[in-house]
């Protein structure tokens, strides 16, 4: 029988859209265009294509539109356990499981590490990831840390740098002495000669730890060999489209390097682990999870590998480049919505760092709300319960495309250029990386990336938290070196370091002088843009209140002992005062004079060294007041805000 439409005769459903015009493309781009015209949005841009003022220009090329619709379609997407596997390998998803909860650990006591893992697995965690060899544990001391793990139930996964070879003994001994037959060894040996390489500047030789790696595997099925890391990218401050095109050429040159070494190409590829970073973005990490799946399904259906045998081990750790050492309980935030779209967008493990490990070592509150996390978005949300839940989205979709595109595009340069051992050795993958970070550090330093607790809202006057060094870290590369991690959040702690250390050697915070002009009402919004601009470089404010002309302005100005100076008030108090209030302010002794608002000419030509706005270099104005505030320290007044006490 024929059901009728919704709202038709005799449905007894109401129809909704009665009575509303209809919903078209050309409606809401009129309704966009009269919306941004009322924003100031000048005429010839709205003329064809109003939409593209709300467009975002992503790292890797492409924009992202402010609607998605079925037209144009995405790629196909397939269903969860089938090719291109974009929507994952396995029908169910990770019903009911979830994903593998993996715990990093860099402790380099052996007694300390022992006691931490236990307290992790007893607690949640399911999988172990364990720096060892170099300035992490040694490899020696390996089987000590590992003796209350059930190593048949608990796979360990190394992170062993140059030093795999003596890691990878350790791990098999200790499997060995705990009974666990070598059928049935599910561990990862880590081996990345790749990242290794490139973190310490040097070229890197793929065959020789291959071929150890696949002497370790004979007999044993289960054991996982190395990792095609694309972290490395993406905490040098890359591009999601980099990570993920290196991360497959990382597997590619791998998969080669093991079929050389004996191993069938099936076998080969299942003895891969990927490695990618998740932040707080999370479409950009759901979609590029997916889109990495079908990069890599793309790599082995040319390779010849059945549809079968294609599955790909993803592990995401959420990025370093997001953390900070500032309010870093904000990153407690941070690290959810990363995990939570790794989850989503279907890894099969997921490493949650602490919120204080860009101090040091992480404490054991630190690591309990790190492991809480992933448990509570598993069981309590039930985030797994729902197999590939963005899969449909039109925007998801859309920006999977984009992603794989420009993933496929740098994989397809590496390769071009010999291989991702070549684009290492010879600087191709650092200067592509290089050239992504210098945007990216431009966006930060101009707050069009916020960063909360950091450029945005940071908290002035808090203490900050000291954790011990952790050894294991990566040490800062020396000038055309390898590659670093790149912190987000870099310039402004140094700068907030700078002032800190200043209130240590005095007991008072550099301290600029806000000029507020005029009523509350009229000086308000811009006496608070001014004082969180400031306040993200350790500079604390004055704020005199409401001040009548030129004599009040200049008169509290010598009496704050300050040497700098910021307008604050209204266009109107501004086109009546300003300019004399800065040449005042300059006559009476004034280092710099900042205004609070746009750029104009005839300021400048009264004495304005620089303009407080929106979209101005932040970085570069708190490193000229920094400087100018450190070098001719004043006497504080009785009334300046944000000293440390």
């Given at each position: 029988?024929?059901?009728?439409e919704?709202?038709?005769?005799?449905?007894g459903?109401?129809?909704l859209?009665?009575?509303?015009?209809?919903?078209?493309?050309?409606?809401w781009?009129?309704?966009?265009?009269?919306?941004l015209?009322?924003?100031?949005?000048?005429e010839?841009?709205?003329?064809?294509?109003?939409?593209?003022?709300?467009?975002?220009?992503?790292?890797?090329?492409?924009d992202?539109?402010?609607?998605?619709?079925?037209?144009p379609?995405a790629a196909?997407?397939?269903?969860p356990?089938l090719p291109?596997?974009?929507?994952?390998y396995?029908?169910?998803?990770?019903?009911?499981?979830?994903?593998?909860?993996?715990?990093?650990h860099?402790?380099?006591?052996?007694?300390?590490?022992?006691?931490?893992?236990h307290?992790?697995l007893?607690n949640?965690?399911?999988?172990?990831?364990?720096a060892?060899?170099?300035?992490?544990?040694?490899a020696?001391?390996l089987?000590?840390?590992?003796?209350?793990?059930?190593?048949?139930?608990?796979?360990?996964?190394?992170?062993?740098?140059?030093?795999?070879?003596?890691?990878?003994?350790?791990?098999?001994d200790?499997?060995?002495?705990?009974?666990?037959?070598?059928?049935?060894?599910?561990?990862?040996l880590?081996?990345d000669?790749?990242t290794?390489?490139?973190?310490?500047?040097?070229?890197?030789?793929?065959?020789?730890?291959?071929?150890?790696?696949?002497?370790?595997a004979?007999?044993?099925?289960?054991l996982?060999?190395?990792?095609?890391?694309?972290?490395?990218?993406?905490?040098?401050?890359g591009?999601?489209g980099?990570e993920?095109?290196?991360?497959?050429a990382a597997?590619?040159?791998?998969?080669?390097?093991?079929?050389?070494?004996g191993?069938?190409?099936p076998d080969?590829?299942?003895?891969?682990?990927?490695?990618?970073?998740?932040n707080?973005?999370?479409?950009?990490?759901?979609?590029?999870?997916?889109?990495?799946?079908?990069?890599?399904n793309?790599?082995?259906?040319a390779?010849?590998?059945?549809?079968g045998?294609?599955a790909?081990?993803?592990h995401?750790?959420?990025?370093?480049?997001?953390?900070?050492?500032?309010d870093?309980?904000?990153?407690?935030?941070?690290t959810?919505?990363?995990?939570?779209?790794?989850?989503?967008?279907g890894?099969?493990?997921?490493t949650?760092?602490?919120?204080d490990?860009?101090l040091?070592m992480?404490d054991?509150?630190?690591?309990?709300?790190a492991?809480?996390?992933?448990?509570?978005?598993?069981?309590e949300?039930?985030?797994?319960q729902?197999?590939?839940?963005?899969?449909?989205?039109?925007y998801v979709e859309s920006?999977?495309?984009d992603?794989?595109?420009?993933g496929w595009?740098?994989?397809?340069e590496v390769?071009a250029?010999?291989g991702?051992?070549?684009?290492?050795?010879?600087?191709?993958?650092?200067?592509?990386?290089?050239?992504?970070?210098d945007?990216?550090r431009?966006?930060?330093?101009?707050?069009r990336?916020?960063?909360?607790g950091?450029s945005?809202?940071?908290?002035?006057?808090?203490?900050p938290?000291?954790?011990?060094?952790?050894?294991?870290?990566?040490?800062?590369p020396?000038?055309?070196?390898g590659?670093p991690?790149r912190?987000?959040?870099d310039?402004?702690e140094?700068?907030?370091?700078?002032?800190?250390?200043?209130?240590?050697d005095?007991?008072?915070?550099?301290?600029?002088?806000?000029?507020?002009?005029g009523?509350?009402?009229?000086?308000?919004?811009?006496?608070s843009?001014?004082?969180n601009?400031l306040?993200?470089?350790?500079?604390a404010?004055e704020?005199?209140?409401?001040?009548?002309g030129?004599?009040?302005?200049?008169?509290?100005?010598?009496?704050?002992?300050?040497?700098?100076?910021?307008?604050?008030?209204?266009?109107?108090?501004y086109?009546?005062?300003a300019?004399?209030v800065?040449r005042?302010?300059?006559?009476?002794?004034?280092?710099?004079v900042l205004?609070?608002?746009?750029?104009?000419?005839?300021?400048?030509e009264?004495?304005?060294?620089?303009?407080a706005?929106?979209?101005c270099?932040?970085?570069?104005?708190?490193?000229?007041?920094?400087?100018?505030?450190l070098?001719?320290p004043?006497e504080?007044?009785?009334?300046?805000?944000g000293a440390r006490?």
């Amino acid at each position: 029988m024929d059901v009728p439409e919704s709202g038709a005769a005799g449905s007894g459903a109401p129809n909704l859209a009665e009575g509303f015009p209809a919903a078209t493309h050309e409606r809401w781009r009129g309704l966009v265009a009269g919306v941004l015209r009322k924003s100031g949005v000048p005429e010839e841009r709205l003329a064809d294509a109003p939409e593209s003022v709300l467009a975002t220009h992503t790292y890797d090329g492409f924009d992202i539109e402010p609607l998605h619709t079925s037209d144009p379609p995405a790629a196909d997407p397939g269903f969860p356990g089938l090719p291109p596997f974009t929507r994952g390998y396995r029908p169910g998803g990770g019903v009911p499981q979830g994903w593998d909860i993996r715990a990093r650990h860099t402790d380099a006591d052996p007694a300390v590490l022992r006691r931490r893992l236990h307290n992790d697995l007893m607690n949640g965690v399911s999988s172990l990831w364990i720096a060892v060899g170099g300035t992490g544990l040694p490899a020696s001391a390996l089987g000590e840390a590992l003796t209350d793990v059930h190593l048949d139930l608990a796979p360990v996964v190394l992170a062993p740098g140059a030093d795999h070879a003596d890691a990878a003994d350790a791990l098999l001994d200790a499997h060995a002495d705990a009974g666990v037959p070598d059928g049935r060894i599910t561990s990862h040996l880590g081996v990345d000669p790749l990242t290794t390489a490139a973190l310490a500047g040097e070229r890197p030789d793929v065959m020789d730890p291959v071929r150890f790696a696949v002497d370790r595997a004979q007999g044993r099925p289960g054991l996982g060999l190395v990792v095609a890391d694309g972290t490395l990218v993406h905490n040098a401050g890359g591009s999601e489209g980099q990570e993920t095109g290196f991360a497959v050429a990382a597997g590619t040159a791998y998969l080669r390097a093991l079929h050389a070494a004996g191993l069938d190409l099936p076998d080969a590829a299942r003895r891969v682990e990927f490695r990618l970073s998740a932040n707080a973005d999370q479409f950009s990490v759901i979609a590029k999870l997916r889109a990495v799946r079908a990069m890599w399904n793309q790599v082995l259906a040319a390779s010849g590998v059945p549809a079968g045998q294609r599955a790909m081990r993803l592990h995401a750790a959420t990025s370093e480049a997001m953390m900070t050492r500032r309010d870093p309980h904000v990153n407690m935030l941070r690290t959810t919505v990363a995990c939570f779209a790794a989850g989503v967008g279907g890894a099969d493990a997921v490493t949650a760092a602490p919120f204080d490990s860009a101090l040091g070592m992480s404490d054991d509150f630190a690591r309990r709300i790190a492991r809480n996390t992933q448990s509570l978005l598993i069981e309590e949300s039930h985030l797994a319960q729902v197999i590939d839940p963005a899969g449909g989205s039109f925007y998801v979709e859309s920006l999977t495309r984009d992603l794989y595109r420009a993933g496929w595009a740098l994989f397809q340069e590496v390769e071009a250029a010999g291989g991702a051992a070549e684009a290492v050795g010879h600087g191709l993958l650092r200067e592509r990386v290089d050239a992504v970070w210098d945007r990216r550090r431009l966006d930060l330093a101009h707050r069009r990336a916020p960063l909360t607790g950091v450029s945005e809202f940071p908290n002035a006057d808090e203490t900050p938290l000291v954790r011990p060094a952790d050894p294991a870290a990566p040490v800062p590369p020396a000038s055309g070196g390898g590659f670093p991690v790149r912190r987000y959040a870099d310039d402004y702690e140094t700068l907030r370091d700078r002032s800190d250390a200043r209130v240590d050697d005095t007991g008072h915070r550099p301290t600029a002088f806000l000029a507020t002009l005029g009523p509350v009402a009229a000086h308000t919004a811009r006496a608070s843009f001014a004082t969180n601009l400031l306040a993200a470089g350790g500079i604390a404010v004055e704020d005199p209140g409401p001040l009548d002309g030129v004599a009040a302005a200049t008169d509290a100005f010598a009496a704050s002992g300050s040497r700098v100076a910021v307008i604050c008030s209204s266009d109107a108090v501004y086109a009546e005062s300003a300019e004399a209030v800065a040449r005042s302010l300059k006559g009476a002794g004034a280092r710099r004079v900042l205004l609070a608002g746009a750029p104009g000419d005839a300021y400048r030509e009264a004495g304005v060294d620089a303009f407080a706005h929106r979209g101005c270099d932040a970085v570069a104005l708190l490193a000229d007041l920094v400087e100018v505030l450190l070098a001719d320290p004043p006497e504080p007044s009785a009334t300046a805000q944000g000293a440390r006490t």
